[in-house]
């Protein structure tokens, strides 16, 4: 099959994208890299009447590192991401190297993934569990929402029709932090079946688990975090983990294995790598 006829637009900035999403065409899409808004138009599950490439846009190419966070632009590609060594990102370089094949990483943007809202992507889960923020305009300006909480449903997040994500600000991780970040899939460069991220701070005795790759969004494993930051490696039992994970990770057996599974992997990764 083939897209559905459409109008295209390659606005100079982001005022001139903004003013476009504001206008008349009620189907406005944003695209970006276009890996996942491509198959979807060629499929026809989608129908927007008007396609904003913001992919050229310079204010959304930037990486800028600050003192105790990073401003990644929303079109920045998990390819660049992976060539960059940025201090104290050190998670989101290994996480971008890992996304489906160079070839789709030197196109698909952070932005246009956070958008998508897949439940199964990487950068909803690993920027979730990194207490990163996401930063969308619109109008009336600019907004910061937590990335925990910015996908509300499978494809769906708080950002409005007339709004784009312009940045996400990621805090940099200290020297002692550690880090751990595993997914199940049928073969490489595939969506997983199960995937999990967690980060722990044995200075700051803070941490986060996020189990993803369920039916709705990424979800916290708050009481195992908890239990991490305050006795480290000696809170992770095989017990803990399955009182954590199968309340989220739905009535079927086997997913509750392997999400259990991507968990204790992930951990494995803070304490023993």
């Given at each position: 099959?083939?897209?559905?006829?459409?109008?295209?637009?390659?606005?100079?900035?982001?005022?001139?994208?903004?003013?476009?999403?504001?206008?008349?065409?009620?189907?406005?899409?944003?695209?970006?890299?276009?890996?996942?808004?491509?198959?979807?138009?060629?499929?026809?599950?989608?129908?927007?009447?008007?396609?904003?490439?913001?992919?050229?846009?310079?204010?959304?190419?930037?990486?800028?590192?600050?003192d105790a966070l990073v401003r990644i632009g929303a079109a920045?590609?998990?390819?660049?991401?992976?060539?960059?060594?940025?201090?104290?990102?050190?998670?989101?370089?290994?996480?971008?190297?890992?996304?489906?094949?160079?070839?789709?990483?030197?196109?698909?943007?952070?932005?246009?993934?956070?958008?998508?809202?897949?439940?199964?992507?990487?950068?909803?889960?690993?920027?979730?569990a990194l207490g990163a923020t996401i930063v969308v305009e619109g109008k009336s300006g600019r907004r910061n929402l937590p990335a925990a909480d910015f996908m509300v449903a499978a494809f769906q997040t708080r950002a409005a029709d007339n709004e784009m994500i312009v940045a996400v600000d990621v805090p940099k991780l200290s020297k002692a932090a550690r880090y751990g970040y595993y997914k199940f899939c049928r073969k490489t460069g595939e969506f997983p079946e199960a995937s999990a991220a967690a980060v722990?701070?044995?200075?700051?005795?803070?941490?986060?688990?996020?189990?993803?790759?369920?039916?709705?969004?990424?979800?916290?494993?708050?009481?195992?975090?908890?239990?991490?930051?305050?006795?480290?490696?000696?809170?992770?039992?095989?017990?803990?983990?399955?009182a954590a994970v199968d309340p989220v990770a739905g009535s079927d057996p086997a997913g509750r294995r392997m999400h259990r599974a991507a968990v204790a992997r992930a951990l494995k990764q803070v304490f023993v790598s």
């Amino acid at each position: 099959m083939k897209a559905a006829a459409f109008d295209y637009v390659r606005p100079r900035d982001i005022g001139e994208a903004l003013a476009v999403l504001g206008g008349d065409h009620a189907m406005a899409k944003i695209l970006a890299g276009g890996q996942s808004l491509l198959p979807m138009l060629n499929l026809r599950l989608a129908r927007p009447t008007l396609l904003v490439d913001i992919s050229r846009v310079a204010a959304l190419r930037d990486i800028e590192e600050r003192d105790a966070l990073v401003r990644i632009g929303a079109a920045v590609t998990h390819a660049e991401l992976e060539d960059r060594d940025i201090p104290g990102c050190a998670m989101v370089r290994a996480v971008a190297a890992g996304i489906a094949y160079r070839s789709v990483r030197n196109r698909g943007t952070v932005g246009g993934s956070l958008a998508h809202a897949d439940p199964a992507a990487d950068w909803p889960l690993t920027l979730a569990a990194l207490g990163a923020t996401i930063v969308v305009e619109g109008k009336s300006g600019r907004r910061n929402l937590p990335a925990a909480d910015f996908m509300v449903a499978a494809f769906q997040t708080r950002a409005a029709d007339n709004e784009m994500i312009v940045a996400v600000d990621v805090p940099k991780l200290s020297k002692a932090a550690r880090y751990g970040y595993y997914k199940f899939c049928r073969k490489t460069g595939e969506f997983p079946e199960a995937s999990a991220a967690a980060v722990f701070d044995p200075e700051l005795r803070t941490a986060r688990v996020y189990v993803g790759a369920l039916s709705v969004p990424p979800r916290a494993l708050d009481d195992l975090a908890a239990a991490i930051a305050q006795k480290g490696a000696a809170a992770i039992t095989d017990s803990a983990i399955a009182a954590a994970v199968d309340p989220v990770a739905g009535s079927d057996p086997a997913g509750r294995r392997m999400h259990r599974a991507a968990v204790a992997r992930a951990l494995k990764q803070v304490f023993v790598s």
